[in-house]
């Protein structure tokens, strides 16, 4: 045909022949058709005549002589109204360069009026050859125009003309060709469906999960607000299945992401969890987990195959993207929120796997590094290369959709940003097995995934540390308390003579420390990791002080323990290490013992003073073979050997020991006799009687002492023995009195001790 009012030779312009076909780069010049840019334009042949169920797809030349061509490419400006535009009454936009194919024979010689097509850049012009999707269905589209008056199109071996209709049973499909040559085709199966190639329809789709938006079968969006579990798949065709998701915060209080994806069973009591990091956590026992589930796992993640009446259902989970792929025959209706019915959260929502409070709405401060702009550019390149040939089979619009939700709601950390981009390229290959390449490299993405096989507590959630490390951080609803007040977690915790105390570790890493760099006064005693909450506790006791110091202040005991990291408290001019200095302090009242008198040679008795809670024993006896006590019957010989034992049960061995002060026997039941004997002396023998021997005294929870057996001269037969006795808290061993003959006595009434201890009172006669 004619191209009136183009004028082009003057214009630029850049040649490539070809010779019965050939294949032209337009880089310089691409063409826009239907939204989408192409850079290659696809030359036809000139065999024949076109037959049906050749592929030749070739055009016949009026006369036969033209057998090759150029491409020529002209950088002018193309203004509304030129011969363009009046050939090609459909097109409404100017453009600014032209693609122009010249005919040639044999001989190079132009074939007159033979211009095989005009190709406008910027003008909404068919391609030779090109994919387009109609209602996510593919159709090969070949067009070309020899005159005003004649084109037609060849789609999958059918040749149009303008103004008529087909149906193509490979699409599944009714096509029309309009009298500009714009193709529309009109789709005889569901969104949710899948053309087999004969006529027929299949249900296949697909439905996307990540972080807080699901992208159903249909392909609508939802957004989850809370930390609920939702029923996401509950199918009809496979009796009993159900598929779960399960939301938890991260980073932001009022941002929720899949955390989990749960598949239950209900025919077989099978329940399973697909979890972060690779994990597959079993709900109920093995044996009837196996049983209609298939599970494998790879670096991609996880994925679970649930076979019965003809259909398939594939779940994967890589930890951040949950795909639930569904086959089978059509006219099936699946409910849940990826099914294709149409439902509401509230009607979904899984009470099994819902936190009490877990709906309660959250709010937080917008995070000013935020940029929902540049979030909303980014998301929208779903829609440009190397994207196209899924854009092919799946509608790109919701994962934009989601796509800008999140990042306008959440900064773009822990590789959010292609998070989106990567569910969509996954879902195109489970859902159309079609393959982006290149699009990491274009997008600067990296999609291993860095959390796999890392396991956190339920508190925390699997990203990335301000170091580019990934770890476990703490969720925002846990750390938000400790952040408040400035904690890394729980008060101390005290029990008698014992204080532990726990730390989150995430709280820690939070702050940049390392829990194995933390210890006790004693730089020996570390805190222990809970392999499965996370916390780190550290103890001490009376069985492991670890540099406790312990204080009173009248009649209270403080133990005292810090933990801190070496070197915290030398000073210097700078460090790169946090410091840390938690004090471990717990106070309780003075142990006692109250006044008992006890007229019998072996009593036991619960004593409650304060915070604690004992039992106090003595025993007198002359056999220290069979130790059997003394009864108030029981004769003992002058001058034969009695031994006592005193000691508690109910105290902490290491912190609190029994001090026997003194002992005296006198010949009237009332300690304060005036005709006495002294036995022990300030916690030591009387160094006058050297039958009188003290062991254990003072060291721990017990003390034995014995002495030979004696009267009062011209008094009654009846000896009565008063001793006073007072419990000690340890500390340096400076509760063992020092005392012997020729020795300096040292006093046994330290600040921190009981001033008024009870007295125990045994009997015998002989």
Known sequence: FEIPLLVLSSAAATNQAFTSYGEMDITSCPITYFGKKYDKVYVICFNGHYNAGIQNDCILMSGGTADRGDL??????????SGVHELLPSLSSPGKCVNVIPLKDSQQT?????????????????HIKTTQVLKEKTMTIQMAFFSTKLSFITSSGVVYKPNTSQKIPSICSTVTCGANGVVTAVSDCDPTEHCDGNGGCVFNSICTVTGFTIIDFPGRVHFVPDRCGYILLKSTPISGLQVLGVFQERRRKDVSFLERVIIKMESTGAQISLEQGGRVLQLTPVASIVQGVELSRNQSGITAKISGSSYTVYVH???EIALIHMTGPSGTEVQGLCGSANTTLGVEKA?????????VQQSQPVDSSIDCPSATEWCNVLKEAPFYACNAHIDPEPYISACTEMLCKYPPVDGLRCQFMEAYVKSCSYHSNVNVEGWESDATCSIHDFCQDMYCSDHEFCGRHYTGEAGCLCR??????????????EPTVCEKESASISLAKCLLEDQSINYRNLKLNDQTCQGELDSETHMVTFYFDGNRSCGTVITTNGSRIAYKNTIMTPG?????????????QIDLTCCYSQPDIKKCTWFSSSVTQQIVSGQWSYNLTMEAYTNTETKKALGNNDKVLLNQKIWVDLKTEGLDKGMVAVVVESCWGTNEPLPSSSLKYDIIIDGCPNPADN?????????????TFFFNAFQFTGKNRNVFLHCRVRLCVQRDNDCIPVGGPGLRRRSIMKRYEDKNPGLINLVWTY
């Open 476 to 489: 925002a609803l846990f750390a938000s308390p400790y952040k408040a007040t400035g904690t890394f977690g």
């Open 317 to 319: 989970f890589d930890g």
């Open 351 to 359: 009470a099994e796997h819902s936190d009490s409070g877990c709906d």
């Open 110 to 126: 132009d074939v007159s009026s033979s211009y095989l097509e005009v190709l406008v850049s910027t003008l909404r012009l068919v």
């Open 568 to 580: 915290a408290t030398i000073p210097g001019v700078i460090s790169r290490k946090s410091q840390v």
């Open 72 to 81: 020529k490419i002209f950088t002018k400006e193309i203004p509304i109204g």
């Open 691 to 703: 039958t009188v021997q003290v062991m254990g005294n003072g060291r721990g929870s017990s003390t």
